[in-house]
């Protein structure tokens, strides 16, 4: 069964560092999303990418985030200057035309 | 009012026993609803779709009330492989953008 892979599985960096996370979506999908989960918080949307802009953003998603699909196949998410809020576990996912969304197994991202 | 809001739980029954989780949603627009199971530290899987027929898969039956915006996941004849954290998803189709929002998730616990 296809899945969305992500790069790396955890990633430690110290605040204040730009940091890229990796994603690589389902190959026929057109929609593609980032989530985090702080440690003990549910899930919470980011943002959502079709069609090679972003369809919309949370509050969360500010200046320092910027999504990316440089090559067809990666969808990357890149935080400017990363700050000890920012831990959290990140979430790649995507979907085709109605259809349900698909998880990535993530990328943890600590700050230090 | 949260927007997805569940029960957190831990909800602890022995094998066999037959599980209810709610599931309530402020959002009136939203257009779809799904549940996700998340086991520790891992990427949220879907579960179901959630229809107002009600709809059920195997020993997971869910059902959708769209007047009183609420959602339930019954789970019969427990096994010890359900134990993970369930979490209610709702769909808020805004254009393309299509992103979820979660609830905090309901943990149960199977025991012997």
């Known amino acids: 069964e296809p899945e969305v892979t992500q790069t790396p599985s955890h990633q430690v960096t110290q605040m204040g560092q730009e940091v890229i996370l990796r994603c690589v979506p389902i190959s026929n999908h057109l929609y593609f999303y980032w989530y985090r989960q702080i440690l003990g918080q549910k899930v919470e949307f980011l943002v959502s990418f079709y069609n090679n802009e972003i369809s919309e953003k949370s509050e969360i998603f500010d200046d320092q985030f910027s999504v990316e699909r440089p090559d067809g196949s990666n969808f990357t998410l890149k935080i400017r200057s990363t700050k000890l809020e920012d831990s959290a576990m990140y979430f790649c996912?995507?979907?085709?035309?109605?259809?349900?969304?698909?998880f990535g197994d993530g990328t943890r991202l600590s700050i230090l | 009012r949260k927007e997805v809001e569940q029960d957190p739980g831990p909800f602890n029954v022995p094998e066999g026993a037959t599980v209810a989780f709610n599931c309530t949603y402020s959002?009136?627009?939203?257009?779809?609803f799904f549940w996700y199971r998340q086991d520790c530290r891992k990427e949220p899987k879907l579960l179901m779709s959630?229809?107002?027929s009600g709809n059920e898969d195997g020993r997971f039956t869910a059902q959708l009330n769209r007047a009183s915006q609420y959602i339930s996941l019954l789970i019969r004849d427990s096994k010890l492989s359900d134990s993970a954290t369930y979490l209610c998803v709702v769909n808020s189709n805004t254009g393309t953008a299509s992103k979820l929002t979660f609830g905090t998730g309901t943990r149960l616990q199977v025991t012997l």
């Open positions: 959002n009136s627009a939203s257009q779809s």
């Open positions: 959630v229809y107002s």
């Open positions: 996912a995507s979907r085709d035309r109605n259809q349900p969304q698909h």
